[in-house]
């Protein structure tokens, strides 16, 4: 029976195989990596200094900003003394698919993270721009 052993170049570009592989299976999640889990929202009234608070459990005064889990609908209420009050209902919406991610060997994988991190999402409107009406 014949013994077979890989030669160095063989055993060096298996190395490289299995690394290259590892490597692709770490970054697979490019969303999770590149946009991370949460997003910055951004509330505006015309005209400013409207209170600004969610179901979320977030509040702040226009124009603002607030940073959110990407994951998850959320309800923001606009109120100012004069003005009607305003409810608007945010929600989390996959982002498109990149056909380049899914064709790699990790895609699917990185597809899955993405989708179970959140990083895959947005909120939408995002930047919320309203207008606000005055009482009657």
Same mark, same amino acid.
């Given at each position: 029976?014949?013994?077979?052993?890989?030669?160095?170049?063989?055993?060096? &570009?298996?190395?490289?195989?299995?690394?290259?592989?590892?490597?692709?299976?770490?970054?697979?999640?490019? &969303?999770?990596?590149?946009? $991370? %889990?949460?997003? !910055?929202?951004?509330?505006? %009234?015309?005209?400013?200094?409207?209170?600004?608070?969610? @179901?979320?459990?977030?509040?702040?005064?226009?124009?603002?900003? =607030?940073? =959110?889990?990407?994951?998850?609908?959320?309800?923001?209420?606009?109120?100012?003394? $004069?003005?009607?009050?305003?409810?608007?209902?945010?929600? @989390?919406?996959?982002?498109? &698919?990149?056909?380049?991610?899914? !064709?790699?060997?990790?895609?699917?994988?990185?597809?899955? =993270?993405?989708?179970?991190? $959140?990083?895959?999402?947005?909120?939408?409107?995002?930047?919320?721009?309203?207008?606000?009406?005055?009482?009657?």
């Amino acid at each position: 029976m014949q013994e077979h052993t890989l030669s160095p170049c063989s055993a060096r &570009a298996v190395g490289c195989a299995a690394l290259a592989l590892a490597t692709a299976a770490l970054i697979g999640a490019c &969303a999770t990596v590149k946009r $991370g %889990t949460s997003e !910055t929202f951004i509330v505006r %009234t015309a005209p400013d200094g409207a209170i600004a608070s969610s @179901s979320a459990g977030w509040k702040c005064t226009t124009p603002c900003e =607030v940073e =959110v889990s990407r994951r998850g609908d959320f309800v923001v209420a606009l109120r100012k003394d $004069g003005y009607v009050t305003q409810t608007i209902t945010i929600r @989390s919406v996959p982002i498109a &698919a990149r056909p380049t991610s899914v !064709t790699l060997p990790t895609g699917l994988i990185g597809s899955a =993270v993405d989708a179970a991190s $959140g990083a895959n999402y947005e909120h939408q409107p995002n930047p919320l721009t309203v207008t606000l009406e005055r009482e009657e």
